[in-house]
């Protein structure tokens, strides 16, 4: 089993950057698809990004170079760097992991205005 963490939401003006963090405990991250999905309010929530155990990455078309994912083994933590942010990136922000089960973490609110 898994626990997740997410940390580094908040308010940011267009065309800004954020670093979302996912911190994990009670298994190693590197052995799961470790995935970013975001969600607003009456929408369903959506994948942006997923790593797999190979760190091979997968962005959805509209985050593709803007978004990057990455992953620090020795602190079992991974990350978002977003850049160039938009209005329409506002949501909040949720860390998976997916092995044989599924874990969510509890999200963390990103808003894109001015």
């Known amino acids: 089993q898994v626990q997740l963490v997410e940390s580094g939401g908040g308010l940011v003006q267009p065309g800004g950057s954020l670093r979302l963090s996912c911190a994990a405990s009670?298994?190693?991250?590197?052995?799961?698809?470790m995935s970013w999905y975001r969600q607003t309010p009456g929408n369903q929530r959506e994948l942006v990004g997923t790593?797999?155990?190979?760190?091979?990455?997968y962005y959805v078309d509209s985050v593709k170079g803007r978004f990057t994912i990455s992953r620090d083994n020795a602190a079992n933590t991974m990350f978002l760097q977003m850049r160039n942010l938009k209005p329409e990136d506002t949501a909040v922000y949720y860390c998976?992991?997916?092995?044989?089960?599924?874990?969510w973490g509890h999200g963390t609110q990103v808003t894109v205005s001015s």
């Open positions: 998976h992991a997916r092995k044989i089960s599924e874990y």
């Open positions: 009670g298994s190693i991250i590197s052995d799961y698809f």
């Open positions: 790593m797999t155990t190979d760190a091979a990455t």
